[in-house]
Each structure stands twice: as C-alpha cells, then as structure tokens.
C-alpha cells in the first residue's frame, strides 16, 4: 500500500519556524529514491497551491514565486522522508501541508497537483498573530 505520512504542523506564532516532514512507507517507500517529490498547502476555502518540489537526489528544486526565501524543501533518502523547512512563518501560511510523489519518468518538475500521484493526509499548520 502507498502510504505518505506528514507530520510537523501545529500552531505557531508569527515570526516562528517550522519543519514538517513527509515518511513513504510500503510502494512508496520502495519508489522513493527514484520519484519527484512536493509539497502544497490548502487554505480555508481556497484551491490547493502549489510550494515547492524537488528531484530525485534533491539537486534541483522548484519553489512558487510567492514562497521563494522562506521555504527549503529538501529530503533524506535513506530515511525514506522529505521535508519542508519554513522560516519566518505568517499567517496567510495557515493551511493544510500536504506532500506528494510525482513517478513521471523523464519529466520535468512540476507544480500541478495532478502530475503527483500519490498523496499523504495533510498537516495543519496554524500561525497566530
């Protein structure tokens, strides 16, 4: 069974960090090292968006324009699990983080939702004024 586990969220105050993690368990797991990984994050009544992604080795990385500076998506292959680092935290960041696999073979990265195909549950993450 494909399984991606988020955890990391919780509720911060603005100005704070957070790191949130992403572990692959069964298929996923065995298909880790090969796949693109990203994140995303839905807020309360609006469309999931896209935040960052990255290779199969993490030597290339894709950010939305919006998130470039505070976001450092990076992963650890070994541990089977990618991470989203955010610094400087504000409140329109409050959303459901949400990571995902992308197993397209020779495609670039992407950041629409409907090129990954397996996703986790989503972490809450809340950041108070």
């Known amino acids: 069974q494909e399984q991606l586990v988020e955890t990391g969220g919780g509720l911060v105050q603005a100005g704070e960090s957070l790191r949130l993690s992403c572990a692959a368990s069964?298929?996923?797991?065995?298909?880790?090292?090969?796949?693109?990984m990203g994140w995303f994050r839905q807020a309360p009544g609006k469309e999931r968006e896209f935040v960052a992604a990255?290779?199969?080795?993490?030597?290339?990385?894709l950010y939305a324009d919006s998130e470039k500076g505070r976001f450092t998506i990076s992963r650890d292959n070994a541990k089977r699990t990618v991470y989203l680092q955010i610094n400087s935290l504000k409140p329109e960041d409050t959303a459901v983080y949400f990571c995902?696999?992308?197993?397209?073979?020779?495609?670039?990265?992407?950041?629409?939702?409907?090129?990954?195909?397996?996703w986790g549950q989503g972490t809450q993450v809340t950041v108070s004024s």
């Open positions: 995902a696999a992308d197993d397209r073979l020779g495609r670039s990265l992407s950041t629409q939702s409907g090129d990954y195909g397996t």
């Open positions: 069964g298929r996923a797991a065995n298909v880790f090292n090969v796949v693109k």
């Open positions: 990255l290779t199969w080795n993490g030597g290339s990385t």
